[in-house]
């Protein structure tokens, strides 16, 4: 798993990342927005399944149903 931050300034990135000690999986920051085109993110928050070569798979925005998420990796 992999955090990107885009749509806020990189301090409050690392605000978030304090605040929520999101030490379990790598944050990354862009703040051109262009890994957002690249990936069709819209808004926030979105999560995206990618499969073993990187290809996004399933987009979700918003809330996302856990089982449905480790149901389809399974299948990757």
Do not use: H
């Amino acid at each position: 798993m992999v955090g990107l931050g885009a749509q806020d300034s990189y301090g409050e990135a690392l605000d978030f990342v304090e605040k929520y000690g999101t030490t379990s999986f790598r944050m990354l920051y862009d703040e051109s927005f262009e890994s957002w085109s690249q990936l069709g993110v819209r808004g926030q928050p979105v999560a995206i399944l990618f499969d073993t070569n990187g290809r996004g798979q399933t987009i979700w925005y918003g809330p996302f149903n856990q089982t449905e998420v480790l149901d389809l990796a399974a299948t990757l």
